[in-house]
């Protein structure tokens, strides 16, 4: 009886071992498949060549300030009280227009004060010219002396200098009679105005900014690649978003035939600084921009993007192959289908394609579209744009 139980528990044993090893061998082989799938996976990306191809690169401006070189506040050039405003804001003036007039109750009493002292000046120089002209006949028939001769044309020439004198502050005081009126100091539109009907002003304050808008400029910041192909005289196209008219510096109707962000604004590049001829990593950029259809207004506009007029042909590739922000890698597939990471430096682009300005050559295939989970050495079936 002992015998069969022993060999009844034999048996359990080997089976029980045999199932062990059986797991063993078959999870041993799973993993190795698996393994091998690993080796040998092939993902499906899509890819493009790197080409010559003629664009017309834009430049994406966050913020732009358009500012007036005819613009200036017209001052008060006198103390005085504002009794009458001759134009309205937004009123179109020329240089020298008067805004407004000033009363100021001491000038007339002091020009009349004058106006006595240029009198009495007047009759004392007529008595003293009329004592040395006497003096002069006498000393000619030696019948006075020299001593009285000098003092007559002494007291002469002090009655000229007195009444010259007082003809001078006379004049003085009509010049800031003038100054009661306050005028344009250049052409344009009255912009701002400062003060009321009424309002108390002293000499110097500002009563009134007038400006003119019919041709703006502005200043940006731009890598030396994105301004290489650039010279003095080349045009761009300024285009704003839909909703780039809202909100006004200066209160003005500029932007009445705005068409929102179907509107472009042609720009005209006056300055690069430095020069191209000298190396630079970032240069200045100054654009006039002719605004008489009255459009903008000097102030800064925010998601403006600048178009070049004129094309140049370069080595470029698919904006989607750049893999980071910097835009200084993509994945290049070889002719075994094992993808590499190629450092690149670019230039600008068209919002379609970038320049290639170094570290690609033409016909070299990279990797597009979703790039941001790839490892170096990583085998693809490559899909290229186009159907190659």
């Keep these: 009886m002992k015998r069969y ?91 020298g227009d008067v805004l407004l007039t000033l009363i100021n109750e001491q000038i007339p009493l002091k020009i009349q ?19 040395y002209q006497r003096q002069g006949r006498l000393m000619a028939k030696e019948a006075t002396s020299k001593e009285k001769y000098e003092a007559a044309e002494a007291q002469y020439l002090a009655a000229r200098e007195a009444l010259q004198e007082a003809e001078a502050q006379r004049e003085q005081l009509y010049v800031q ?13 009255v912009l701002l ?20 808008f019919d041709f703006l400029n502005f200043s940006v910041n731009l890598k030396d690649s994105e301004v ?32 929102g962000g179907d509107t472009e604004i042609i720009g005209v590049l006056e300055e690069i600084v430095p020069p191209l001829s ?18 903008l207004e000097p102030m800064t506009y925010t998601g403006v993007t600048m178009h070049t007029y004129n094309k140049y ?13 910097s835009n200084n890698k993509v994945y290049v597939v070889d002719e075994e289908g094992i993808i590499h990471s190629r450092a ?19 016909g070299d295939t990279v990797v597009t579209g979703n790039v941001g989970n790839l490892t170096e050495g990583t085998k693809v079936d490559a899909v290229t744009k186009g159907g190659e």
């Design 5 to 95: 139980f022993y060999i009844g528990i034999a048996v359990i044993m080997i089976l029980a071992l045999g199932l062990v090893g059986y797991g063993a061998w078959l999870n041993y082989s799973d993993e190795n498949q698996i393994a091998n799938r690993m080796d040998n996976r092939v993902l499906q990306l899509s890819t493009s060549k790197a080409e010559y191809r003629d664009i017309h690169p834009k430049v994406s401006l966050p913020s732009v300030r358009f500012s007036s070189n005819n613009m200036a506040d017209a001052i008060a050039l006198t103390d005085g009280r504002i009794t009458n405003w001759l134009v309205e804001k937004n009123t179109p003036v020329h240089k």
């Design 113 to 131: 004060q004058a106006t006595s002292a240029v009198s009495r000046a007047d009759a004392q120089l007529a008595q003293a010219y009329s004592a």
């Design 177 to 189: 009679q003038g100054w009661l009126s306050v005028k344009a100091p250049v052409d344009g539109d």
């Design 193 to 212: 105005m400062y003060q009321q009907t009424g309002s108390y002003v002293q000499a110097g304050t500002p009563v009134a900014l007038v400006g003119n």
């Design 228 to 259: 290489n192909h650039f010279n003095v005289g080349d045009r761009v196209y300024l285009r704003f978003p839909e909703h780039w008219s809202m909100g006004k510096a200066y209160g003005t109707d500029y932007g009445a035939g705005n068409l």
């Design 278 to 295: 000298e190396p630079a990593a970032i240069r200045r950029t100054v654009w006039a921009v002719d605004n008489r259809v009255r459009l």
């Design 313 to 325: 042909r370069c080595l470029t590739v698919s904006l989607d192959a750049i893999v980071d922000k």
């Design 344 to 362: 690149v430096v670019c230039g600008c682009d068209d919002g379609e394609y970038i320049e290639i300005l170094s570290g690609l050559s033409e």
